[in-house]
């Protein structure tokens, strides 16, 4: 049998197919669109509660100063890549997208390099220095940025460490154009002697200028390749020894404020002392090479066991570690902190730290101040200040009630001998702004030297004396401040106390004639000036 099509039927069978077809679509479409419609409101339901991710961006890069102080342990990480590098890069630059970039700057040429660079615009984002005078310039030239309105903002933590005692110190042109490091001990300069060489030729401790005189020839007399007093002689140092001829009974708190030491009564014969000890040996012959240099000349000769004596900053030999270095060459070594520079009354006067510490500056060719203060507002928590100042628990310091104890071993001699400055809002080691105590025994944490630590900051501390705050800017320190300092230190130092003691007076004056003459007078009659205006109203 044959099948026969029939056109009708089949054309109702395409017509059936296609409408049925053209349903699914649209079922389907409605389903899709239906199912888009219920994803769409999930997705804003989500999106409600889970902000959309932004992309990461590029790291930022804060570029901070780093001082070059030459004074690298053998076998220690350099300065720029060690274990205080590494745990600000990972601790406060990842979490915050910042890249850290270390700038060295050698320390004793820090005020002449920062002054070039900021006259380039090259400084780095966050910059430091010491000298009063270089940060009332760069406020008075526009070349700082207003830090207030940002600690303000970020830096709640930075406050509670360094209180509005300290920060006031960095307030210029009625602006906070410095971030003030505190001064955690105030004592400055102690000077110790080698007990064992006491010891060995039968010598009491010295307790007076002239005991230390005859103690110093007795020393060049038995050990004639020494230098009896091999401290760090230069201006600042040899402030307790000057101030011990100073007639104090002539010096009013005027005249401690406004005049240098250059025409203090008594001062002369300070200076007339340290040309007799130079004359006859007793210091180092080539202290001159050392001023204004980072030589370390001094710690290496007291490592290699020429010292007799010297004059430091308080507890230096033991937080950079020389100390421990000399007697580990030589057991036998032992110093003793001495404080023999008296007057005419009997006491030891020796100037002290005020509350301020280095001055912490953002230049303002800078766009980075936010991230600068976030920085020392992250470096102000405590966790970060223990960290910064010690090391890692169990490696370089153990917690001693509460307090951070040294480890006596080479992790920590290698690391802690700059600690200072990775943690630069603090000058010396810190735990508590109501317990000084707590203070006083971190700085003398490290425990074969804790005695020594004490005695020294005793020392340092004992008739010490700080100068009258004068709130008012002085202008002509301002402009002849930095050449001033240069004259008196690297200059007219040098050479009267190098001069032969017949040519003494005759350069003495006319070194202290040509200080006075290129800026010294001006200074000094304005500063007389301020106190009058602001003590004796």
Request: proline fraction near 6%; hydrophobic fraction near 35%; charged fraction near 25%.
């Amino acid at each position: 049998m044959r099948l026969t099509r029939k056109p009708g039927l089949l054309l109702l069978v395409c017509v059936l197919f296609v409408v049925s077809i053209m349903a699914g679509c649209s079922s389907s479409k409605n389903n899709a669109a239906d199912s888009s419609s219920s994803s769409a409101a999930t997705s804003s339901d989500k999106s409600s509660d889970t902000p959309k991710e932004e992309p990461k961006k590029d790291p930022v890069t804060l570029r901070i100063e780093l001082f070059d102080r030459n004074n690298t342990p053998a076998g220690a990480d350099p300065i720029t890549n060690n274990f205080f590098t590494k745990y600000i890069q990972e601790n406060f630059g990842n979490p915050n997208n910042i890249k850290i970039e270390w700038v060295t700057i050698p320390r004793s040429e820090e005020v002449d390099k920062l002054n070039v660079l900021m006259a380039a615009n090259q400084a780095p984002d966050l910059v430091f220095t010491y000298d009063t005078p270089t940060v009332e310039r760069y406020s008075k030239d526009g070349g700082l940025t207003d830090l207030g309105p940002i600690i303000e903002k970020y830096g709640t933590n930075l406050k509670k460490v360094l209180n509005d005692d300290v920060l006031s110190y960095g307030v210029f042109e009625d602006k906070q154009y410095a971030i003030v490091a505190k001064r955690v001990i105030s004592a400055q300069i102690s000077t110790i002697i080698r007990q064992d060489w006491l010891d060995e030729l039968k010598l009491p401790v010295p307790t007076t200028t002239e005991e230390f005189y005859d103690t110093l020839v007795a020393f060049k007399k038995a050990k004639p390749k020494a230098i009896p007093y091999g401290g760090q002689t230069d201006y600042f140092h040899t402030s307790p020894l000057r101030y011990s001829f100073w007639e104090w009974d002539k010096i009013t708190e005027q005249d401690f404020y406004a005049n240098p030491d250059w025409v203090m009564p008594g001062n002369k014969e300070g200076l007339r002392f340290l040309n007799q000890l130079y004359n006859e040996g007793l210091i180092d012959k080539d202290f001159p090479l050392s001023i204004g240099k980072d030589t370390n000349q001094f710690q290496k000769n007291m490592v290699n066991g020429l010292v007799g004596a010297a004059s430091t900053n308080t507890n230096e030999p033991i937080y950079q570690g020389y100390l421990a270095e000399s007697i580990a060459k030589d057991p036998n070594t032992k110093f003793t902190i001495i404080d023999p520079f008296k007057d005419a009354q009997g006491k030891t006067p020796k100037p002290a730290y005020t509350p301020n510490g280095i001055y912490l500056l953002v230049p303002k060719a800078s766009k980075r101040a936010e991230e600068v203060v976030k920085y020392l507002d992250w470096m102000s928590q405590p966790e970060n200040i223990i960290r910064l100042q010690n090391g890692t628990e169990g490696e370089t310091y153990e917690l001693v009630d509460g307090v951070p104890k040294t480890l006596d071993n080479d992790a920590a001699k290698n690391l802690l001998y700059n600690y200072s400055d990775y943690c630069m809002i603090l000058n010396g080691k810190y735990v508590s702004n109501e317990d000084n105590m707590l203070n006083i025994a971190a700085n003398a944490s490290d425990p074969n030297f804790k005695d020594f630590t004490i005695a020294s900051i005793d020392s340092g501390t004992k008739d010490s004396m700080t100068k009258v705050r004068i709130l008012r800017s002085i202008e002509s320190d301002v402009k002849y401040g930095t050449t001033l300092k240069k004259k008196q230190e690297e200059d007219m130092f040098v050479k009267i106390v190098t001069a032969s003691p017949s040519k003494f007076d005759a350069v003495y004056d006319s070194e202290v004639k040509d200080y006075m003459k290129i800026g010294g007078q001006a200074v000094m009659d304005e500063k007389r000036a301020a106190y009058e205006a602001e003590y004796k109203k």
